[in-house]
C-alpha cells in the first residue's frame, strides 16, 4: 500500500513571502499525485494534479508542484503567498488500482 | 453544472444507534468515493462505488456499508455508532478510471453523543 508523509503539520509564512509544502510518497509502481486545499468547514478542491508528461505542473491561485521521481517527492510551491492562501493543504496519491491515499495535512497560516 | 452534494450537513446521534449519509454526485459522474475525516487520522478512504458496484475498500469495520444506486447517487450507512465515529464524512466524485480528477462534496459532520 502506498504511503504519503507531509512532513510539516503548520507552516506559518509571512503575506507575499513564497512557499514550500513538502510532500513524499512511498511506491514502486506509477502513481497519479495530487495537492487539494481545504478551506474551513468546506470539502477538498482540487489545486492540480500530475498524471504524466513535464514533472513541473501549474495549478490554481498561482500554485505549482514539481514531480520527483527519484526522491519520490511532489512540492507544492507558491512565490508569493496571500491571506486568503490560509487553509489546510493535502497531498494525495492514486494508484491504478484506484484507490486515493491522502497525507495528514499542512495548515498554512498567512500572516499580515 | 452543479457540484457535490451531501446530506445532511450536520447529524448528531447517540451510541448504538445507525446513521444514513447521501452523496448526489456531479451529473455524469459515475465513481463515488467515501472519506473519513478526522483531527487525529486526517483523510481515511472507505470506500469507491462505480455503476452500483463497490469497486475498492479501505480498511473500515464491517459497520462501515454503502450502496450506490442507478442514477450514480449514493448512501453510506454506519451501524452500531461508536463515539469515535464522530468524523466529517466526505463524498467525492469522478468521471469514472484511475487518473480522474475527484470532486468533494462539503462534508456531512457527524457527532456521536
Known amino acids: 500500500a502506498q504511503s504519503v508523509t507531509q512532513l510539516d503539520s503548520q507552516v506559518p509564512v509571512f503575506e507575499e513571502a513564497p512557499v514550500e509544502l513538502r510532500c513524499n510518497y512511498s511506491?514502486?509502481?506509477?502513481?497519479?499525485l495530487f495537492w487539494y486545499v481545504q478551506y474551513p468547514n468546506q470539502g477538498l478542491q482540487l489545486l492540480l494534479k500530475?498524471?504524466?508528461?513535464?514533472?513541473l505542473v501549474k495549478g490554481i491561485n498561482g500554485f505549482e508542484a514539481e514531480f520527483n521521481k527519484s526522491q519520490t517527492s511532489f512540492h507544492l510551491r507558491k512565490p508569493s503567498v496571500h491571506i486568503s492562501d490560509t487553509a489546510e493543504y493535502f497531498c494525495a496519491v492514486r494508484n491504478t488500482g484506484n484507490q486515493f491515499y491522502f497525507g495528514t495535512g499542512t495548515s498554512l497560516t498567512v500572516i499580515p | 453544472k452543479a457540484g457535490v452534494t451531501q446530506t445532511p450537513r450536520y447529524l448528531i446521534k447517540t451510541r448504538g444507534q445507525q446513521v444514513t449519509l447521501s452523496c448526489s454526485p456531479i451529473?455524469?459522474?459515475?465513481?463515488v468515493s467515501w472519506y473519513q475525516q478526522t483531527p487525529g487520522q486526517g483523510l481515511q478512504f472507505l470506500f469507491e462505488y462505480f455503476s452500483e458496484t463497490q469497486r475498492n475498500k479501505g480498511n473500515f469495520p464491517g459497520r462501515f456499508s454503502g450502496r450506490q444506486f442507478s442514477n450514480s447517487r449514493s448512501e453510506m450507512n454506519v451501524s452500531t455508532l461508536e463515539l469515535g465515529d464522530s468524523a466529517l464524512y466526505l463524498c467525492?466524485?469522478?468521471?469514472?478510471?484511475?487518473?480522474?480528477?475527484?470532486?468533494f462534496g462539503p462534508g456531512t459532520r457527524l457527532l456521536v453523543l
Open positions: 500530475y498524471l504524466s508528461g513535464s514533472t
Open positions: 511506491s514502486s509502481v506509477s502513481v497519479y
Open positions: 467525492a466524485s469522478s468521471l469514472s478510471g484511475s487518473g480522474e480528477t475527484q470532486y
Open positions: 451529473s455524469g459522474h459515475r465513481s
